[in-house]
């Protein structure tokens, strides 16, 4: 039986083996998930919230042991740990509070007012299937998984075959806080046949991951004719305007282009300054970039860890010396520090045939322009392909009028990519090649259900409704 080695790729150690799923395994597992599925669905969604609920609960007990998890097996920095334990907390009670209502069934408007009723219902897909990427180990295998589950579907998750330790630990605490047996079931394996088995037979594919990989996924999807969400890259921009409050723009900077070492979707990978700020924020942002501690451990003080692996690492220094070569000039940083481990990098003069000028890099790499007016930034900023992530530094009246013009899933006035992520209520999601549908929100619920219209005739037909009307007509 085939195991995985999951290594610390801050350290090298190895952190744990997992028996590696086959295509035989995920089959096996969505039988079980199927049967397990009717008798969850069964529960009222209130039950099933209480269950969230409680998850919420012992996610936070158990945090600690979480965050060292989290961390051994990613290799990031324990800041970046604690978004991901936040996040299942906040999306479990966030749903676990709405859910039940959004999902309820609706008395909805009718023709025929006097005669009929219609309601819609919201009964479940039936077994969702989750794939996950290696950045969020925890966050991106559960906090999907979450509004699944209360809405009555069973899930089973693929997360990254170098980071499988996080999701099967909360397949554990989701069955401490109640949830029936076979309602999670977790398949570690390769993209190739674990991946392909759950897309092969799931209700609603929830995907996580690179654009390439989720335009495949997509394809596959419509083959099936079963509906899916894409949450897929980003090449973010920041702008930085005249009128920006410039020492909090100086000081959130790092977190919204280092934080995850720069492994996250939504993270700024280039920024626009308006050139009335250019200097002082870039100095200031250079100053505070170099004071960043990277390393390994769990010592709160560290800034950034390692990246995912050594092939990872050399994509990275690939992208960043193709830039140099092509003029570029790194204001900070620009090197590996290790096998893992890459300097927190701030490039200028990229030019526009430098692959990462418009390449998505997901490491700890930016890029400034300098520009004359905010309409050269907000040209630039939605020059590319992608569309997930924005992010404003501004007066609230430029920041608005900005935000208006922006083409992203997600617009942050004054802050890096937080609190947009965390603003639960409203839909979060990738415009142009950035995805295809929405997390978060009534929508990030209702999508895992199959509306039903049920519409209920009393005493007479439409049929003889008509009859009636067209003899008054005649
Ligand atoms: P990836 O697409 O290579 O892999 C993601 C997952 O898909 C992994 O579990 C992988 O095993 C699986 N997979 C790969 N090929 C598959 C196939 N043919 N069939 C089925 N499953 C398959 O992505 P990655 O490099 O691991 O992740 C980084 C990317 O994810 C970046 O582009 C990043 O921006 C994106 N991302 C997006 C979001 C978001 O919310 N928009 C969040 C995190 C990461």
């Given at each position: 039986?085939?195991?995985?080695?999951?290594?610390?790729?801050?350290?090298?150690?190895?952190?744990?083996e997992?028996?590696?799923?086959?295509?035989?395994?995920?089959?096996?597992a969505?039988?079980?998930?199927?049967?397990?599925?009717?008798?969850?669905a069964?529960?009222p969604?209130?039950?099933?919230?209480?269950?969230?609920?409680?998850f919420?609960?012992?996610v936070?007990?158990?945090?600690?042991?979480?965050?060292d998890?989290?961390?051994?097996?990613?290799?990031?920095?324990?800041?970046?740990?604690?978004?991901?334990?936040?996040?299942?907390?906040?999306?479990?009670?966030?749903?676990?509070?709405?859910?039940?209502?959004?999902?309820?069934?609706?008395?909805?408007?009718?023709?025929?007012p006097?005669?009929?009723?219609?309601?819609e219902?919201?009964?479940?897909?039936?077994?969702?299937?989750?794939?996950?990427?290696?950045?969020?180990?925890l966050?991106?295998?559960?906090s999907?998984?979450?509004?699944?589950?209360?809405?009555?579907?069973?899930?089973v998750?693929?997360?990254?075959?170098?980071?499988?330790?996080?999701?099967?630990?909360?397949?554990?605490l989701?069955?401490?806080?109640?949830?029936?047996?076979d309602?999670?079931?977790?398949?570690?394996?390769?993209?190739?046949?674990?991946g392909?088995?759950?897309?092969?037979?799931?209700?609603?594919?929830?995907f996580?991951?690179?654009?390439a990989?989720?335009?495949?996924l997509?394809?596959?999807a419509?083959?099936?004719?079963?509906?899916y969400?894409?949450?897929?890259?980003?090449?973010?921009?920041?702008?930085?305007?005249?009128?920006?409050?410039?020492?909090?723009?100086?000081?959130a900077?790092t977190?919204?282009?280092?934080?995850?070492?720069?492994?996250?979707?939504?993270?700024?990978?280039?920024?626009?300054?308006?050139?009335?700020?250019?200097?002082?924020?870039?100095?200031g942002?250079?100053?505070?970039t170099t004071?960043m501690?990277?390393?390994?451990?769990?010592?709160?003080?560290i800034?950034?860890?390692?990246?995912?692996?050594?092939?990872?690492t050399?994509?990275?220094?690939?992208?960043?010396?193709?830039?140099?070569?092509h003029g570029a000039?790194?204001?900070?940083?620009?090197?590996?520090?290790?096998?893992?481990f890459?300097?927190?990098?701030i490039?200028?003069?990229?030019?526009?045939?430098?692959?990462?000028?418009?390449?998505?890099?997901?490491?700890?790499?930016?890029?400034?322009?300098?520009?004359?007016?905010?309409?050269?930034?907000?040209?630039k900023?939605?020059?590319?392909?992608?569309?997930?992530?924005?992010?404003?530094?501004?007066?609230?009246?430029?920041?608005?009028?900005?935000?208006?013009?922006?083409?992203?899933?997600?617009?942050?006035?004054?802050?890096?990519?937080?609190?947009?992520?965390?603003?639960?209520?409203?839909?979060?999601g990738?415009?142009k090649?950035?995805?295809?549908g929405?997390?978060?929100?009534?929508?990030?619920?209702?999508?895992?259900?199959?509306?039903?219209?049920?519409?209920?005739?009393?005493?007479v037909t439409?049929?003889?409704v008509?009859?009636?009307?067209?003899?008054?007509?005649?």
């Amino acid at each position: 039986m085939a195991t995985i080695t999951v290594t610390n790729p801050a350290t090298g150690e190895t952190v744990g083996e997992v028996q590696q799923a086959t295509a035989a395994d995920v089959d096996e597992a969505f039988a079980r998930a199927r049967g397990a599925q009717r008798q969850w669905a069964a529960l009222p969604a209130r039950k099933r919230a209480r269950v969230l609920r409680r998850f919420a609960k012992v996610v936070v007990d158990k945090r600690d042991e979480l965050l060292d998890l989290i961390q051994s097996e990613n290799g990031k920095n324990r800041a970046s740990a604690l978004e991901e334990v936040m996040d299942v907390a906040l999306t479990s009670l966030y749903y676990a509070q709405t859910g039940p209502k959004a999902t309820r069934t609706r008395g909805r408007f009718t023709a025929l007012p006097l005669v009929s009723s219609t309601r819609e219902q919201r009964p479940p897909k039936g077994v969702v299937g989750v794939i996950a990427p290696f950045n969020y180990p925890l966050a991106l295998a559960v906090s999907d998984a979450v509004p699944a589950l209360i809405a009555g579907n069973a899930v089973v998750v693929k997360p990254d075959s170098q980071t499988p330790l996080s999701a099967l630990r909360a397949a554990e605490l989701l069955r401490e806080a109640g949830l029936p047996e076979d309602v999670f079931i977790v398949v570690p394996g390769s993209g190739a046949e674990v991946g392909q088995a759950i897309v092969r037979q799931c209700d609603f594919l929830m995907f996580t991951g690179s654009t390439a990989t989720g335009k495949k996924l997509a394809a596959q999807a419509g083959e099936r004719l079963i509906d899916y969400s894409m949450e897929l890259g980003g090449k973010n921009p920041m702008i930085v305007a005249d009128d920006a409050p410039l020492e909090r723009a100086i000081n959130a900077a790092t977190h919204a282009c280092f934080s995850n070492s720069g492994q996250l979707c939504i993270s700024i990978e280039r920024i626009y300054v308006h050139r009335a700020v250019a200097d002082d924020f870039i100095a200031g942002f250079v100053d505070r970039t170099t004071q960043m501690r990277v390393g390994a451990g769990r010592d709160w003080g560290i800034d950034m860890g390692s990246q995912i692996s050594k092939e990872h690492t050399d994509k990275i220094a690939m992208l960043v010396d193709d830039a140099l070569t092509h003029g570029a000039r790194a204001l900070t940083g620009g090197h590996r520090t290790g096998e893992t481990f890459f300097e927190p990098t701030i490039l200028t003069d990229v030019p526009a045939d430098a692959a990462l000028y418009t390449q998505e890099v997901f490491g700890p790499v930016v890029y400034i322009e300098v520009v004359d007016s905010l309409d050269q930034a907000v040209e630039k900023a939605n020059d590319t392909e992608y569309g997930l992530n924005a992010s404003v530094w501004a007066s609230a009246a430029t920041g608005r009028r900005l935000a208006k013009r922006l083409e992203a899933g997600t617009v942050n006035i004054n802050d890096g990519y937080a609190p947009a992520w965390s603003a639960m209520g409203a839909p979060m999601g990738g415009w142009k090649q950035s995805g295809a549908g929405r997390r978060h929100g009534e929508h990030g619920i209702t999508k895992f259900t199959e509306p039903r219209n049920v519409t209920r005739m009393r005493g007479v037909t439409v049929g003889g409704v008509m009859d009636f009307a067209r003899r008054r007509l005649r």
